[in-house]
């Protein structure tokens, strides 16, 4: 009974020191809440460019199952122009393509009004990618330097620990919990920051290449049926019409009438 009494007494009597992200940060002062202000606009910042660049590549890749559908099959390339939207990557390489077309007839050497056709839509298609990458750099730039951001946070709370150990003469919990405890939480914060980001940059860099292809293809296509005069369009675009004929083709012949002798 009596111990029971002397350890509950001993228990009031004890200091109570609380820990938990708050009071490390508070320990941290200034510079803790200076660090995780960085690393959290460098996470926003990386989510931000995360959807709004994926939300523009499904717009270009879906815009482009269309183009497949119907822009072929128009008579002329202003007619097929007007069924784009007006903003798209795809129109923006056709109304570059006419307009390279109505200017290459200027030209007093064939191969010079080629060179201008091919040198135009090269143009306007590396504008395109350029406008796709614009924003990985910054999410390049967060994967590579935020871990290191962390570690500074991680320096700063371990040396507040050693000097905390110094000045109590020794390493007791209460001590040196809280700048330790800031420490790892800021490690931790940096490689949560970091790690999205390079995902990210990596994700959306291999389908800007997918996108690239694309774009390529259909430079191509519109280089070769400007200076075909619309004679050459996509194999895929004139095969399309026949497949509606194959039922038919497919069908077993009637059988002959059979006469008797």
């Known amino acids: 009974m009596l111990i029971d009494i002397l350890a509950a007494a001993a228990g009031e009597a004890a200091p109570q020191t609380k820990f938990g992200f708050m009071e490390a940060m508070h320990q ?23 959807i709004t660049k994926l939300l523009e590549q499904n717009r270009i890749l879906s815009q482009y199952k ?3 559908g119907n822009f072929w099959r128009a008579n002329t390339l202003a007619e ?17 393509g006419l307009a390279a077309e109505s200017q290459h007839t200027k030209m007093t050497d064939s191969l010079e009004a080629h060179d201008w056709l091919h040198g135009s839509l090269d143009r306007s ?5 350029a406008r796709l990458a614009s924003g990985l750099p910054f999410l390049a730039t967060v994967g590579a330097t935020a871990p ?7 320096v700063i709370g371990i040396y507040r620990a050693l000097i905390n150990i110094g000045i109590a003469g020794s390493a007791s919990i209460d001590k040196v919990a809280g700048p330790v405890g800031e420490a790892l939480i800021m490690t931790a914060i940096g490689l949560l920051v970091a790690v999205p980001a390079v995902l990210a940059y ?5 389908r800007n290449k997918r996108i690239a292809e694309l774009l390529a293809g259909f430079s191509t296509d519109l280089l070769a049926n400007i ?6 369009k996509p194999a895929l675009a004139a ?7 194959a039922p038919a083709a497919a069908r077993p012949a009637a059988p002959a009438a059979t006469t008797k002798a």
């Open 239 to 245: 095969a399309a019409p026949a497949k509606a004929a």
């Open 202 to 206: 990596n994700w959306l860099q291999s």
């Open 148 to 154: 290191f951001v962390g570690l500074l946070g991680t």
């Open 28 to 50: 941290g002062g200034a510079i803790a809440w200076s660090i995780l202000t960085v690393l959290v606009i460098m996470s926003v910042g990386s989510f931000y460019i995360l």
């Open 80 to 96: 097929g122009a007007s069924k784009l939207d007006k903003n798209s990557a795809w129109r923006q390489l056709v109304d570059d």
């Open 125 to 129: 298609e590396n504008s395109i990618n």
């Open 227 to 232: 200076t075909s005069r619309g004679a050459v």
């Open 66 to 68: 269309h183009i497949r």
